[in-house]
């Protein structure tokens, strides 16, 4: 299986800060990457697909890079309805397989 | 306009079968490339991803779950069943399903709004 990890597990940032956060998988997946926010006690809403490319109304602060085994989600400027929990999750090769999740919380 | 809405029982005791139903509006799994997925999330932890079964009737399982898990569908009531053997209560979780596509980057797009299921004597 691929494994999937994130870091870092947990950040605190304030509102109109720049966040970054990375995914690492185990063996290379070329640009089969997603990136999943969820907020408490909701399902997870799709962000990001194939690494880099917006789901449709998601805003533009959200951006997704990287490829192989290397990726990012950066938050350009943090808003109050970004704090949450994020996953990526490797669409590469069965069984998917999703990162631990990293929590954005409010400094 | 997609939705999927999870069904099935609050409430397991340890050792009995967990079947869960996934019912889908808006995409037809007999259309090539659909493909309806199973995750499942404990309390306060990450998600899980446990199965996929897709137009084709071909079926997936989390390598550490395989044995216990069985994912049919029903095309002409657009539903998807997972069944569970032998819960404990560390299978205590939300269960959630949600929709792929093969001729896309196989992203989770649309999800059920979940359904907690409790395992305990």
């Known amino acids: 299986d691929i494994q999937m990890t994130q870091s870092p597990s947990s950040v605190s940032a304030s509102v109109g800060d720049r966040v970054t956060i990375t995914c690492r998988a185990s063996q290379g997946i070329s640009s089969w990457l997603a990136w999943y926010q969820q907020k408490p006690g909701k399902a997870p809403e799709l962000l990001i697909y194939a690494a880099s490319t917006l789901q449709s109304d998601v805003p533009s602060r959200f951006s997704g890079s990287g490829s192989g085994t290397d990726f990012t989600l950066t938050i350009s400027s943090l808003q109050p309805e970004d704090f949450a929990t994020y996953y990526c999750?490797?669409?590469?090769?069965?069984?998917?397989?999703f990162g631990q999740g990293t929590k954005l919380e409010i400094k | 306009q997609v939705t999927l809405r999870e069904s099935g029982p609050a409430l397991v005791k340890p050792t009995e079968t967990l079947t869960l139903t996934c019912s889908f509006s808006g995409f037809s799994l007999s259309a090539s490339g659909m493909c309806v997925n199973w995750i499942r999330q404990p309390p306060g932890k990450a998600l899980e991803w446990l199965g996929l079964?897709?137009?084709?009737?071909?079926?997936y399982y989390s390598t550490s779950l395989k044995t216990r898990l069985t994912i049919s569908k029903d095309t002409s009531k657009n539903q998807v069943v997972l069944t569970m053997t032998n819960m404990d209560p560390v299978d205590t979780a939300t269960y959630y399903c949600?929709?792929?596509?093969?001729?896309?980057?196989?992203?989770?797009?649309?999800w059920g709004q979940g359904t907690l299921v409790t395992v305990s004597s």
């Open positions: 999750q490797q669409a590469n090769s069965f069984p998917y397989t």
């Open positions: 079964i897709d137009w084709d009737d071909d079926k």
């Open positions: 949600a929709r792929t596509r093969r001729n896309d980057y196989n992203q989770l797009d649309y």
